[in-house]
């Protein structure tokens, strides 16, 4: 058997239908770890390490991926193409490998931009990695939410009374220091 993991339980649903009976299709729900609000989530001092939590929501299908996983020859993380479904399918990868199901599995990424037969089935057909780039800029984008969204966050609330939160303040962060790192490559050569 080959387990398939993608987001959304419709979604498992219908590409069930598309893969057949050597493929079982699980849903991760979404996001499955996150970073804890308690400080020291992110260590600037220690090459930004991040310390992952488990959500409550997802221990429930993350039983049942963990157990689908066990039987499985081949694990095919068929998250959304994008940055948010790349790193929900790096993020199960190292649950996965944490619990030390990995080491005789083949581990593939898909993406398919469409839930058709002809799309899933092609990218079945070609899977790859998954994408360190866009990991890397996931868990960017989380630690400037955590280390500025986070603290700037009460600030915004007593200034600006009715307001959520500071939390996507890391998209310009982002912009900022990759500007500068551009700037200051060049600078060097």
Known sequence: MNLVIVESPAK???????LGKDYKVLASYGHI??????NGSVDPENDFKMLWE??????????????????????????DPDREGEA????????????N????????????????KKAVTHG????????P??????MARRALD????????????????GSKSAGRVQSVALKLITERAVSYTHLTL
């Open 12 to 18: 498992a649903k219908t590409i069930n239908k598309y």
């Open 33 to 38: 770890r996150d970073l804890p609000s308690k």
């Open 54 to 79: 488990i959500d409550s929501f997802s221990k429930k299908y993350l039983k049942e991926i963990t157990e689908a996983a066990k039987e499985s020859a081949k694990i095919i993380l068929a998250t």
């Open 88 to 99: 929900i399918a790096w993020h199960v990868k190292e649950f996965l490998d944490e619990k």
């Open 101 to 116: 199901i990995l080491k005789d599995k083949k581990v593939e990424r898909v993406v398919f931009n469409e839930i058709t």
């Open 124 to 131: 079945i057909d070609n899977p790859r990695q998954i994408e």
């Open 133 to 138: 780039l866009l990991v890397n800029a996931y």
């Open 146 to 161: 955590y280390l500025v969204g986070f603290n700037i966050s009460p600030i915004l609330w007593t200034k600006l009374p």
